[in-house]
């Protein structure tokens, strides 16, 4: 009844960026990203009555594959009872599962929305193509989106990234940490996470918030507060204003060897780079947006993931809005 995909690469595992030592940057594999059917035996099969439009979900942190296609399962009975007849699709990457595996999750998110974007241009012509992302899938999507992924509408659920990737001003910042967001060197903010989706790309986006999301207030604050990332014994990441351009943010490792001065945003962002906002799926004041809805007025309280794990008679204004919101 719906498709399937997910992302892979080459090699098959993306290595962690922090378990290459030496100073030498060349050293770390940059994986090369692909994306694969996955049908699990049951291949798709369309309807011949079928709208000609595609709903591609993206699902966030801490999923096994299972508990994904049981998220993306409900989002498609869901937008079906609502009216939705064209098709849906399910992108599944390989976030980790545990709760001490946010920052190497996100490294892999980045990584991944080059998977998704070969996959989203795959669709066949004719389609508008609309794109759904929960959580830490907003970094997936958001990503794809700027490579060029070719979309109509994209809606962002909870998202789990900086509000500054899309808006850098001031007003919304909440910290004062010293962080690369406001380097003078712009070699060094394009490691950062600042304006990194401030163009649009010619797609619709649309900030569905939830202004008290304990996952995107709470969890992902707490996250943001402990980097740049440390491993007891093992590396540290570490942001220098006051050395030379190039050589600002960098990690080192204790007693094993020089360090490395860092030159991949995915890895920066992910390990060395704090934001000074927080996060797009708590900020509705977020600029940059075509829409803005604030889940606030479903009732979704606190709850990160209200949509997929509440009843049909709370969540079906929610996917109501959704299917109006992408047209």
């Known amino acids: 009844m719906y ?5 892979f690469s080459v090699p098959a595992v993306i290595p962690f960026p922090h378990n290459f030592v030496g100073p030498d940057p060349n050293n770390i594999p940059n994986p090369t990203m692909h994306w694969l059917p996955d ?12 709208a000609k439009t595609y709903i591609i979900f993206v699902h966030g942190w ?3 594959t299972d508990r994904a296609l049981m998220y993306g399962e409900t989002m498609f009975k869901r937008l079906w009872h609502s009216g939705y007849k064209g098709r849906f699709a399910v992108f599944t990457w390989p976030t980790f599962v545990g709760e001490f595996t946010f920052n190497d999750s996100e490294y892999r998110a980045w990584k991944c929305g080059e998977s998704l974007k070969q996959y989203v241009n795959s669709l066949p012509a004719g389609y508008a193509r609309n794109l759904a ?3 830490m899938g907003n970094i997936v999507a958001g990503e794809a989106v700027r490579l060029g992924a070719s979309l109509r509408n994209y809606a962002l659920l909870n998202a789990a990234l900086p509000a500054m990737c899309y808006d850098h001003n001031a007003a919304l910042e909440q910290w004062n940490f010293t962080t690369p967001n406001k380097d003078p060197d712009l070699g060094t903010r394009a490691l950062a996470y600042v304006d990194r989706f401030a163009n649009n790309f010619g797609v619709r986006r649309i900030n569905f918030a939830l202004t008290q999301d304990r996952a995107t207030t709470t969890a992902w604050q707490g996250n943001n507060f402990l980097k740049p990332e440390s491993s007891a014994g093992a590396y540290f990441y570490d942001y220098t204003p006051t050395a030379q351009a190039g050589q600002r943010l960098r990690i080192s490792f204790l007693g094993l060897s020089p360090a490395r001065f860092l030159i991949d ?9 704090q934001s000074l906002t927080r996060a797009v799926g708590a900020e509705p004041a977020t600029g940059g947006f075509e829409a803005v809805v604030v889940m606030d007025v479903y009732g979704f309280d606190r709850e990160h993931s209200a949509q997929f794990i509440w ?3 709370v969540t079906q204004p929610f996917y109501q809005r959704l299917l109006q919101e992408l047209q």
């Open 133 to 135: 992302a929960h959580s």
């Open 62 to 64: 801490n999923q096994t």
């Open 39 to 50: 049908p699990i035996g049951f291949p798709f099969e369309p309807d011949s009555r079928e």
């Open 311 to 313: 009843t049909l008679n």
């Open 265 to 273: 945003p995915h890895e920066s962002m992910s390990y060395a780079c």
């Open 3 to 7: 498709e399937r995909a997910r992302a």
